[in-house]
């Protein structure tokens, strides 16, 4: 039997290949910002500044602090897409709402990943057992209750039902 049972935790590792490039140049762009802003404009400008070492202290950690956003602004913008959430409304929410709120926000409302059937490839919700276009299966469930089953197992676990006799019932039938 064939079923997609797609794996609905994503890898650390998809979740960074999804960062946009434009949006680690521009987090780059913003740091060296940050530092020549600090170093080179205010201290012509501006007498009696902090202390040298409390400067590099305050440019690297802000750099930091908005470059790391950059990157999660790009995130939001790749992510928002194929979570088939309005990347418009999103992506100026994650800039502009001061404290993180907009990031914080997202990251507590965002919808599942959507998942195409692969027989008609209409969307997929995760937990869905069957396709609501095409009836195609997507996970084993099982035939008394249509409940969820594991392929493994040999009842079911919500009525009972022998998951082996039941299979090989429909084995017999489809020779
Ligand atoms: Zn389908
Ligand atoms: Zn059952």
């Given at each position: 039997m064939d079923y997609v049972i797609e794996d609905q935790k994503p890898q650390i590792s998809d979740e960074l290949r999804l960062i946009p490039m434009w949006s680690v140049a521009l987090a780059i762009a913003l740091f060296a910002a940050v530092q020549a802003t600090v170093h080179l404009y205010l201290a012509q400008h501006?007498?009696?500044?902090?202390p040298r070492g409390f400067l590099v202290f305050w440019s690297v950690a802000w750099g930091t602090v908005i470059a790391v956003y950059t990157v999660m602004v790009g995130y939001v913008t790749r992510d928002a897409k194929r979570r088939g959430m309005n990347r418009a409304l999103w992506t100026p929410l994650v800039i502009f709402m001061p404290g993180a709120i907009g990031l914080v926000l997202y990251f507590l409302l965002r919808q599942p990943i959507v998942t195409a059937c692969s027989q008609c490839s209409a969307s997929i919700v995760p937990?869905?057992?069957?396709?609501?276009?095409?009836?195609?299966?997507?996970a084993p469930t099982c035939p008394q209750c249509q409940r969820t089953v594991r392929i493994?197992?040999?009842?079911?676990?919500?009525?009972?039902?022998?998951l082996a006799e039941a299979h090989a019932y429909k084995d017999a039938m489809r020779r």
């Open positions: 501006q007498h009696n500044l902090p937990g869905m057992n069957f396709c609501p276009q095409c009836r195609f299966q997507l493994t197992d040999a009842f079911c676990g919500n009525c009972g039902e022998n």
